[in-house]
Every structure is written in C-alpha cells, then in structure tokens.
C-alpha cells in the first residue's frame, strides 16, 4: 500500500466512525467532498452503482450527447493502445453523471463490473459517494482521487482522474476519465494526460463548432426576406445571424441568445430546424420567425386607473401599476417595497385616489424623519398641557388627520420598537389614545406603509415585531428600480419636457447612454438629472459629453468577498467575479461598455451583478 494512500485510509476510517477530520491531512477538495457525502447520508460501506439505465434509455442518452460522443471516440480509440500497460479503462460521462462509454483493459472491465461500473450507470458523488467524476462535475475543475479518498470502500482499491469538457459556448459538455487498479501503484502521470487529452477534445468541439456555424451561414444566404422578424440561432440558442429588420431593433445581436430575444419582448411564431449539409439527419440550429410580443399588462389596468407618474411602457412597472389597481379596490394594508427614488409615495397616493376613500384625506409620514421622541406626538397627538411646550388648544396626529382616508407611513421599517407596540394597538383596536389623554378616539383609515428595506429580514433579526409585520404586510408591491425600466427613461424625458415647456430632441447616443447607466438615486436622480441639463443645455441639444461629464461615476473598487459567499462561490465563479469588477472600474461604473467588453448580454451581466455580489 502507498504511504499516501495508507495515510488517507487512517484519516478516513476515523471520519466514518467518529466523524472528525484532519483537515491538514486531506486535499482540500477531498474534504469538502467527505462532508457532502455524510451531509447526503451516502453509506461508506457501500458504494456500488444503484441507477443504472435500461437499454432504451441508454440509447436516448447517447443520441442526445451524439455531438459529444462524434468528437471524443476518436481520440479516446487512438489512445487506448498505448495506456494498456496500465491495464486501465477510459471513460466517457454525460453532465448528468451517466456513463456513455467505458473500453480499456479487459481485466480492469472485469473488476468494475462487480461494483456496477458500466456502461450506463449513474456515477455521482449523490451515488456512490467522492470519486472522481462525480466531484469534477460537482467542482468543475480536474481531480485525482486515489485509493481511500474514495468515500466508498467499494472503490478504495481504484485510483481515478477526471477533467470536465467544455464546449465552445463555455458550458460542461462531459467528463473524460480513467481509472486503474491503485495496487499498480499511484500513477502521478494520469492526471497530465487526461487534461491534455480533454484538451484535444475541446478543440475538437470548437473546429465542429465553427464548420456548424459557417453551415447555419449558407442556410442565411437562402433567406430572402431581410425586412423579417427572422433569426437564425445554433442548438445552444446563440444568434449565429439575424435579418436587417432584427439588426435595427437589436444592435447587439450577435452577444445574444434566444433567451435574450425572447427577454427583449419577442416570441416564437414559427421554428424550422435546420440539418447539416454533410451529416443529413443531424440538426445544426434553428431557422426561427419572431413576433414583437404587445405587453397585455396595461389593457388589464381600468381606463379610470389615475396615476400621475409616468407609466411608461415597460412590462416590470405595468405589473406594479396592475397590482396597485387591484389593491386600490380593496381597504386591506398594502405595502411597497424598492429602493429610494423608485416613486412609492407616488403610488401610495394613487392607490389611494382610486380607491372608495378617494374623498377622504391622503396623509403621508415619513418615519425615518420624525425624531424618536416626537413620533408619538406625531402620529397619535396630544391634548392641552400633555408636556412643557404643548399647544393650548391640543394636537390632532396624523392617525386623527387621515380619518376616513389613508395614513401612508413611508420608512416604517425606522420606527423604535416602543413605537412597534404603540402602533399594533392602534391598529388592532382601530382607537388612539392621544398623550395626555384618557378618552379613546375611533380611526377609520387605511394603512399603506412603505421601506427600503426588507422587513422580513428585519424579523428574522428581531428589529421588527413579528406580530406587527403580519398586519401591515398584507399585500406587498414591489416597486422597479429605474435600471430595471430603462425602456421608460424616453417617457420620462418626453413628460419632464412636457411639464417644463423644454420641447428639446435628445440624440439617439444620450438617451442610449441614459439608458445605459445603473441609476442608483432611480427616478428621483434621472429628474434632477434632468433639472440640471435643463440648466445647462438650454435650447441646445444636450450632447453625449456633457451627458457623460455630469453622470460619470468616480473609479470605485468592488465590495469584497465575504466569508459566506466565498463559501458558496466555486473558484471559476471567482475569477468570473474579478472579471467583471476589473470590466466596470475600466469602464468607470458603465454597465453596458462593461458588458460590451466583456462580449456579455447586459440582461447576462446584471444577472450576473445580482448573483456574485457586485
């Protein structure tokens, strides 16, 4: 037995019995993998294949991954002869863990199959617990795994090394491996040449790519209608070419894939699948005929619906305006939730207005305003000489004031805990008590409340009561932020020029910019940027370099990597993240050239911005 091996079986035995590790004396990724599989309740002493396909399936499984089986064979039968020495098998995994093909040594052939290692088995660490395969798949990264690194005792006798393949749209199309009887000895050579051959399939992958791609190219040319909502993409979904009517509405196309078209407002009328010239029965992509999608959210809305901001034509914001229909027909507690600047109380008034309190009072709060010790006051009142300082005559608060209308208290998540309880009593019993008083005084109003912040966290931290949340968290409407509505930002300029008699044309490259950037202030910082071109340009045109002097955020560095995410963050993920960062300080905060140079659809980027934390 090897030392390293033998060290590992003593490391191992102790975690299956005891459940300790020696962290210092494992591969980082070893350990990782042990403490999955006991999370996953996998059986130590087991460990042979339990899923395993039916003919029928197999064969489905193998016709879907023919493009991966078509390019790998071949260099995997030119190999075998040479590594028979080592009385190994090579195999082929699908992403999903399935082995598509298993050849090599005959002996070793023999000696997997009693484990169930076929061809057909499902071989995951979920499975049969850390091995090879099912750790690259899961890690997605190249990894030895020798002997009683294993976490099954049924391989402890195999030494194996597998390498993800990717293709050339960067997605896992497999993973090579071979295994050996570790009795031979540990063979530190393995690992080199499956990368190096995974490596010779990769650009394999990419050189069928690129002829696919020039196929789809000569289907375009047959294409006659230019002035067509018509595309063609490849088996992945990427636009490999578009007609001149689809290159006006998407300049960007070719860093597109369907899922992106279809994001863009678009839908599938027709799709034809398209074959290659040289291998007939194999479909190479998809000849697709598109329709602009007409939002139905907006009909949905009463003609009566008043809102007097504006509603733009983006579907994000047509959901919100339809949610605040439908709850301005109700007297139930509504609560709005999005970043500063998104226009809540704006919404809270026209909920109010087109609700039966209409002739009633429309009363707003701001909480975080009120100082702690005034907000009693405030809201509740209070009669004469309640304190050193009251009025003679008394103070109705804004409870009293909002009496057969609608209180809005705005940052309601900044209310003290004492406040809380004060406020669950009025709420419950409908009464307020104002200081210094003894008699009750019946409300009749409608609450909407709104923050910035997420108040369900808040519970979770003990900053909110639980009780009261349930009372004002009745109906949530979540507002957009201005990034997520860019397609509005033209509305927004056309009803500030209406309002300010400012009638100025914005070339098309300004508003492209407007639309480009992230807007962290939202609709209030696009009108009071707005107030200052107004200033500055006059009855010029307001041009791209005054646009950009005025908006063009500092170089500012990303927020870094807490524990936590780095946790949950694979290494890839990482360097996709440093990426990305670099991408947006090189481009002073400007999403869309960040995207630009990184060749990433921007729906892609803040998807991406949301996910790592950026």
């Known amino acids: 037995m090897d030392v390293r091996d033998a060290l590992n079986r003593s490391v191992w035995d102790r975690f299956v019995k005891e459940g300790a590790l020696d962290d210092s004396r494992i591969n980082k990724r070893i350990s990782e993998s042990w403490l999955f599989c006991r999370q996953k309740g996998i059986n130590p002493y087991y460990g042979k294949g339990k899923t395993i396909l039916t003919n029928d399936k197999f064969q489905e499984r193998k016709k879907a991954n023919k493009k991966l089986l078509h390019t790998a064979l071949p260099v995997l039968k030119n190999l075998l002869p040479f590594f028979n020495h080592t009385r190994a098998v090579f195999l082929l995994v699908d992403p999903e863990g ?51 690194e294993h976490y099954a005792v049924a391989s402890h ?96 196309w070719h860093q597109l894939t369907l899922s992106d078209v279809k994001g863009e407002g678009f839908s599938i009328a027709r799709k034809k699948p398209l074959y290659s010239f040289q291998q007939q029965d194999s479909v190479i992509g998809y000849h697709i005929h598109l329709k602009k999608r007409i939002p139905k959210l ?132 409908k009464k307020v008590i104002p200081l210094g008083g003894v008699k009750p005084v019946d409300v009749d109003i409608r609450i909407i409340t709104a923050s910035h912040r997420d108040l369900e966290e808040m519970v979770d931290k003990g900053s909110l009561r639980e009780d009261l949340f349930y009372r004002i968290f009745v109906y949530p409407i979540e507002l957009p932020p201005l990034r997520k509505r860019i397609e509005d930002i033209p509305c927004f300029i056309k009803d500030y020029g209406q309002k300010n008699d400012w009638h100025i044309h914005f070339p098309k490259e300004v508003v492209a910019y407007l639309q480009s950037f992230p ?80 060749n990433m659809p921007r729906s892609t980027f803040y998807r991406k911005l949301k996910k790592l934390n950026l």
């Open 98 to 148: 399935y082995v598509l093909f298993m050849d090599g040594h005959e002996m070793a052939l023999h000696k997997a199959k009693s484990i169930h290692f076929i061809e057909g088995v499902k071989w995951t660490e979920e499975e049969v617990g850390t091995n090879a395969i099912g750790t690259a798949l899961r890690i997605k990264e190249p990894i030895q795994i020798v002997g009683a």
């Open 157 to 252: 006798s195999w030494g194996c090394c597998s390498s993800p393949i990717w293709n050339a749209d960067g997605q896992m199309a497999g993973i090579l491996n071979t295994s050996y009887p570790v009795r031979l000895g540990i063979d530190e050579q393995m690992l080199p040449f499956v990368i190096a051959a995974t490596y010779a399939i990769e650009q394999r992958l990419v050189a069928d790519a690129r002829t696919r791609e020039l196929e789809l190219l000569k289907h375009a040319s047959l294409i006659q209608l230019s002035h067509s909502l018509t595309i063609i993409c490849n088996n992945q979904g990427k636009l490999v070419w578009v007609t001149d009517s689809m290159r006006k509405l998407l300049p960007k």
């Open 298 to 429: 907006l009909s949905q809305i009463r003609s009566t619906f008043t809102y007097e901001g504006v509603q733009g034509k983006s579907e994000t914001f047509q959901k919100t305006l339809l949610q605040a229909e439908k709850a301005s027909r109700t007297n139930i507690p509504v609560h709005l939730s999005g970043e500063t600047g998104t226009g809540k109380e704006l919404l809270a008034r026209a909920i109010h207005v087109n609700s039966p309190r209409t002739s009633g009072p429309f009363i707003p709060v701001n909480c975080g305003a009120v100082p702690k010790d005034l907000m009693a006051g405030e809201l509740f009142g209070y009669v004469s000489g309640a304190f050193t300082g009251a009025k003679r005559s008394g103070h109705k608060g804004k409870f009293e004031q909002a009496h057969g209308g609608t209180l809005f208290l705005d940052e309601i998540g900044e209310i003290s805990q004492e406040m809380q309880i004060a406020l669950l009593r009025v709420l419950e019993d």
């Open 519 to 598: 807007w962290p202030g939202n609709i209030r910082q696009l009108l009071h940027c707005l107030d200052r071109l107004h200033v500055e340009a006059g009855s010029s045109q307001p041009t791209l370099e005054l646009i950009s002097s005025m908006l063009s955020p500092k170089k500012t560095l990303p927020p870094s990597l807490d524990n936590s995410l780095q946790d949950k963050l694979t290494f890839r993920e990482q360097m996709e993240r440093s990426k990305i960062a670099e991408a947006l300080i090189a481009a002073n905060g400007n999403v869309t050239k960040a995207a630009a140079q990184l």
